[in-house]
């Protein structure tokens, strides 16, 4: 018997094992279980993979490069400075067309600082004496414009003064903004350029029309439509689509940020693959009210004189700074994500199995009737399924006894 | 009965259940089942595991830091500028050694430009005129160099000429490069320095070889094999290894983008994570005909005379900006990518055994027999089953109305 | 018969068929699979949902824009550039707030550069010389100041000597730091404006306090506790929670990485998302022993004399590069994953069933009676298990031949 059942056991390696299943000629259950079936199946197809792409393997490490270029003059005319021109050259900072640029719309020059004696400003609050003690030489000003001299620089000797410092004299004079000066920077264009790289899939993309014809981009304005693929953006434009009015934010200054979003379904080709732009205001957020809105900062321009003494421009200028940003996804299919996500779906089956179970065996009458057939007894071979059930019972208590 | 009924059913809370499987001696089937369960192990093993790596949870939030240098001195010799000497605090702009850089290999230099009045590039369609009507005075140039005076300028009567602009003069040159001015910087060398984390793993790792030996970053030069570690690039082998000839692109400028990669399996240990260098160019795509191509823009260098008048030098610079890029990708052994892998390979094995019993029951003969095997209750036990599926049946119906 | 049965298939469609169970009385493979049971919703509820938050879509693709503002001032005395004073406008590289920034700490001026002939530095190799031979007119000097002009200078026959060159002298004279100079620099203020984006949930958030006193931000420094959002740090602050002494690094130069890492959990709400800040020194590893530490570089300030000629000021400058790093990660409930868990961790159910099968039939006693009973032969019902298998084994090899 022995060996004649281990050949079995040998054989029954190539017998096909399936669950028994027992027919609970329950209408109820039943629908219920097909409704789960048919949920789960449609949750499947319907979310996971024709809504949220469930069968693709995606890519969002994006590479890109992005390359500016801006054209357009302007002219200001302020006592200081006199007449200007301004070029590209000289409102975009840095010049080398970056993705982070800073167009001057307003600006303030001090010209002819040398460095020498003078008062501080008093806006500096730890600037302020009333006597020379005030002011230890040497030391400096805390967020001031150089060191203390010593002495105390009054009209007269009740008023409050300013510390004399060593510094680049004379300081910038006090500034409020009534408009922007570069009233013409509204019209300025800016030149995109973006390259992208979906190193996963080495699935490359450029944001510019490809053509032979050099003038394209010189006439062309870019036109979600029209011209999707012409990445030239008049200034004032950018600023509308982000909400705002350009003139507004160039008296105080302002940050743009510029989105390009390449969301690419690789299954459909890359020419379906096309670039969004978004625009949106940085410095500020919804709630208007914050203090940290507007963008200024300093630079200089130094100069020698025939003696050789160094003097200097500072400019204190006021912008627009384009903060340029490219964020996208690839997908393509990939066998893995789709297992795990047909496999997630089986399995929920089963659980849906199992709920069916509690309500046909514990909410429906007869659910003992099916819990005996469902549940076989353990001593049941040789009985027919009537005696088996009853002997379940009996079972169900001696055995405990029995086995071990 | 009741009693000893609900002492069974808490007793067999402590019974194991398994499901009762019938053997349909079916060699066919049985051998296509264990076909589809070999499969699933071998896809779950092979793809997920060995080559997926999907037992590894992955970190592709790579934080990097770059600092770059170069080294290298050209001469140029040209009317405007005379003989020059260009180091990287000349040709390496912006100086402070970035990620993005750019190189000039050529420019164009507009010496002593003083704001003036002088006549409009022909270059520019808006500033072409035939009558001073055609040159509103006080407007702009569009895409041009200043703003009109009133005068149009010709050389006589019937030609056409372009307007009188004040501005930067005298304008900048036609211009068009016949071959890269230094000529050697083809040879000079690029430091990248590359310092990566992995903040998810607090894995962390430089490009740079280990050492105390000060003269080893002098001497040395990158080789794949030699000096892995040595992250120092002669330009010339740059655009090589990206496919162009440097000479070709220092003409009129490119884009060259220099990809660091660090893949690190960081179940092998840190050691085994090495970066790779990758070099594209990033201005023009496959398709070689594109406007796109090229890379210059203008800088200005300000000058006061002995008078204070300001004087400036415009240069166009053309050349080669790199654009040096790290993405990278640990992964660590992680339980819940396991599972989830394991699970769902599991669960597809019961996606096969269901396919199995569809191939048993409706393709094979003898499939009915399986049927009334596989599921009991309707026509199955001859002992009461007669009785038990009429039962049944009629139960079907009148349980509609019964039940609830 | 078959009319019935056909209609008995017709009406199945709606009949809850259910495995069939066999209860088996074995209270220790009962308790191991129980176990098995809870120790898989324990991982499910405690380890994927609880801990990682498998129930969340998570978004890494974090959109930043960083505006940086440098506050202070410090006084230089040396030799070449005579008493000095520096504001942000001149320590700050570049000065136009970006997120990679340089703060110059210690500096060398070589004032009024001319080009002409002189002798190149004796630190470079190539360009030492023992006769006029050695130094090919018009030949570069390799990682050298200029271009040979054919002379060898030497101070006798014997000695040897250095090529002179053509190029911009004097040269920088050897430089070895001993300190800082700008010894203020410690207490220079850095104010870091971050404004972030998830652009998959469209939450933003700024690091910004958000109130209309505007003199917040002028009196307020960073304080977990208490300024978590007032954005200010002084220099010598940064780099001791770095790690490092100030002055030791800014001597020779260094690299401070800032990171800000956003990690908000979306379902508490954006209140509950708050930024973290943390600093580390990124130009030497933990082996503190590398010569990559250190950072400077060389710019310089173009001059015109009164006859129009150039000479300029090169300032090698060292100091510390701040690198802004934003990183984050963003949570939100989402159907997708969290079935994907719940399947798989059901599926591991599955596996657990299969294990405790295997240990209840191959290592308990009484094993062999179960396997009969679970897996029930080809034509069972009305007979005894004996049999069965007895029949099963002739019919394993009688019905590959009956069955086509």
Known sequence: MAGSFFKGRFLSLFDYKTEKYIVAKNKKVGV?????????????IGWVFVSKKGYQETDEAIQS????????????????????????EDYVIPPQGEAVLFVVTNFLETPNQKLGYC???????????????????????????????GRCLRKDENSTGTCEIYGWCPIERKFKPKGPLL???????????????????????????ETTDDSYLRKCRFDEEL???CPIFRLGDITRRAGYNFQDMATFGASIGIMIEWYCDLDKGGSHCHPQYHFTRLDISVSKQTIAAGFNFRHTRYFRNAAGESYRSLFKVYGIRFNIMV?????????????????????????GAFFC?????????????????????????KSTSEEDSVEDRKGATEQDNLTF
């Open 327 to 351: 964020h996208g996804e690839a997908g393509k299919f990939s066998i893995i994500p789709t297992l795990i996500n047909v496999g997630s779906g089986l399995a929920l089956m089963g659980a």
């Open 32 to 44: 219920l279980y097909r409704l789960i079936q048919l949920s789960i199946i449609g949750y499947i």
């Open 357 to 381: 179970d509690m309500v046909l065996l514990y909410l429906m009458k007869k659910g003992d009737s099916y819990r005996e057939r469902k549940f076989e007894g353990s001593k049941s071979k």
């Open 119 to 149: 008062a501080e400003s008093l806006k500096v609050l730890d600037g302020h004496c009333r006597e020379d003690d005030d002011c230890e030489e040497g030391k400096m000003v805390t967020a001031g414009n150089g060191i203390r001299s």
């Open 183 to 209: 009233t013409n920077a509204e019209n300025f264009t800016i030149y995109i350029k973006n390259f992208i790289n979906f190193p996963k899939f080495t699935f490359s993309k450029s944001n510019v029309f």
């Open 65 to 88: 490069s992005i390359i500016t270029k801006l054209k357009g003059v302007s002219v200001t005319n302020t006592t200081e400075s006199g007449l200007l021109v301004w070029g590209p």
């Open 227 to 229: 011209h999707p693929y």
